[in-house]
């Protein structure tokens, strides 16, 4: 059974940067796919960033050149460096895993984390 737990999240001002990390247990980076996603009030879920089990990545256009998802097998820890802060990436951020890249892709996953909030003031 995976268990993903968060953590990194807070309050900054915008411009500012934070490190979000996943920790996972019962399974390696190196079989899963992993994804974050967030979701701020009022709003649906959305994906921000996806890297397969080969290391390639994709982002949501919002986030390019801002955020920086990466992932530590060793640690089985996942990643994401957000950078260049703005008002509108105010969200509870999650993290995610499944072993099908075209599920998470769509915003689909077998396991979630519950979830680190992330508060960008202007």
């Known amino acids: 059974q995976v268990q993903l737990v968060e953590s990194g999240g807070g309050s900054v001002q915008a411009g500012g940067s934070l490190r979000l990390s996943c920790a996972a247990s019962?399974?390696?980076?190196?079989?899963?796919?992993m994804g974050w996603f967030r979701q701020a009030p009022g709003k649906e879920r959305e994906g921000v960033a996806a890297?397969?089990?080969?290391?390639?990545?994709i982002y949501a256009d919002s986030v390019k050149g801002r955020f920086t998802i990466s992932k530590d097998i060793a640690k089985n820890s996942l990643y994401l460096q957000m950078n260049s802060l703005k008002p509108e990436d105010t969200a509870m951020y999650y993290c995610a895993a499944d072993d099908r890249w075209w599920l998470l892709q769509r915003g689909g996953a077998d396991y979630w984390g519950q979830g680190t909030q992330v508060t960008v003031s202007s």
């Open positions: 890297i397969d089990s080969d290391g390639s990545t």
């Open positions: 019962g399974y390696t980076y190196s079989s899963y796919c």
